[in-house]
């Protein structure tokens, strides 16, 4: 398993729901976590492993106990904007100020396949907005304003050639 990164034409999938979780489910969740630790992350989904379906799997602590797993996840409210700087595994090198809602409430399936509810006004928000897009095919680089950009495009550039 490894990170997919831009240009690659798979991130930018529109992806299908998670139909049933069963034990090849549970591993791929686990080799996610391990790649994203390894990767230094704080949050990753499944379309950046190179698969096609909606699961993120996220922990900002690194703590085994703060781990969350995210299947078919929808954000059900929001509240508020704030802009923050953002980055991405699969932009490696770029980050830039996005304006996301700054409260939202999300529910989503845990890996027991229970219903779970994440409400936060903090940076798990912004994760969660970060990786939902993601399994929308939804780069953070395609929320910023042109101004911020501009500012990255040659390192975009420098991305995309080096195919
Ligand atoms: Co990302």
């Given at each position: 398993m490894k990170i997919l990164t831009y240009p690659n034409r798979k991130l930018r999938k529109k992806i299908k729901k998670v139909d049933k979780i069963d034990r090849a489910l549970k591993k791929i969740v686990r080799r996610m976590f391990d790649l994203m630790y390894k990767e230094g992350g704080v949050g990753l989904a499944a379309s950046q492993?190179?698969?096609?379906?909606r699961l993120a799997v996220i922990n900002l602590t690194k703590n085994?106990?703060?781990e969350l797993v995210l299947i078919n996840p929808v954000i059900t409210d929001r509240n508020g904007q704030v802009i923050n700087d953002e980055g991405c595994l699969s932009v490696p090198g770029v980050t830039a100020p996005v304006k996301r809602s700054k409260q939202i409430t999300c529910q989503a399936l845990d890996l027991n396949g229970r219903e779970i509810v994440l409400r936060d006004d903090e940076l798990l928000a912004r994760v969660l907005q970060h990786e939902i897009d993601h399994l929308n095919g939804v780069l953070f680089i395609d929320r910023l304003e042109p101004a911020e950009r501009q500012k990255i495009e040659q390192e975009l550039k420098e991305l995309e050639n080096q195919k």
């Open positions: 492993a190179g698969y096609q379906f085994p106990k703060d």
